[in-house]
């Protein structure tokens, strides 16, 4: 089955720029989507098809995917970006959905 | 505006069945497809399933094939998902979230502690 391999921690200062990977084989075929989760919350959708951002998203949040590896990019990051990260895909061949184990987002 | 409410928690013993059911409004129940997610605690997020309410056609992830059984009663826009043979690692929030287009989750539920405890 796809495994999607996410780091397990990142940290960042206040009004730095974060990347969080995602890689895959070969991921940069498949359309790759990120959710953002804070404690006690439900996940929320945060960047779609690679690079698309939902209404409401703020543009500091950016996707890319290509190769093995997808990134999530957040610029100017704020103390209230601090959460869980998942990248997911959808593999057509088995028709299953796949998620990252995740990434926790530290503000420093 | 759309909405996916789902019912309470539940404790349940080794070896019983939990029913969780998803109610939706705001939207055509029908058009979109239903997934449900597990969270154990601490854990990552877990794909169990989809459900076409259009039709009832399932697909589930290979590891609870044969424990999971996803309905809907279209009549009421509830989406359902039945666990059986519960373990104590079944213990996990359960979450149903649309799919928006082609396997992109843009709505989810609250969430349903299930515990599974003797």
Not at chain 1, 70 to 89: K, P, W
Not at chain 2, 52 to 74: I, L, S
Not at chain 2, 102 to 107: A, G, K, N, T, W
Request: glycine residues 12%; charged residues 20%; proline residues 4%.
């Amino acid at each position: 089955s796809y495994v999607l391999t996410q780091p397990p921690s990142v940290s960042v200062a206040p009004g730095k720029t974060a990347r969080i990977t995602c890689g895959g084989d070969n991921i940069g075929s498949k359309s790759v989507h990120w959710y953002q989760q804070k404690p006690g919350q439900a996940p929320v959708l945060l960047i779609s098809y690679d690079s698309d951002r939902p209404s409401g998203i703020p543009e500091r949040f950016s996707g890319s995917n290509s190769g093995n590896t997808a990134t999530l990019t957040i610029s100017r990051v704020e103390a209230g970006d601090e959460a869980d990260f998942y990248c997911q895909v959808w593999d057509g061949y088995s028709d299953h959905v796949v998620f990252g184990g995740g990434t926790k987002l530290t503000v420093l | 505006q759309v909405q996916l409410v789902q019912s309470g928690a539940e404790v349940k013993k080794p070896g019983a069945s939990v029913k969780v059911s998803c109610k939706a409004s705001g939207y055509i129940f029908n058009g979109h497809y239903m997934h449900w997610v597990r969270q154990a605690p601490g854990q990552g997020l877990e794909w169990m399933g989809w459900m076409n309410p259009n039709g009832g056609v399932t697909k589930y992830a290979q590891r609870f094939q044969g424990r999971v059984t996803m309905t809907r009663d279209t009549s009421i826009s509830t989406a359902y998902m039945e666990l059986s043979r519960l373990r104590s690692d079944d213990t996990a929030v359960y979450y149903c979230a649309r799919d928006l287009s082609l396997r992109d989750f843009d709505y989810w539920g609250q969430g349903t502690l299930v515990t599974v405890s003797s």
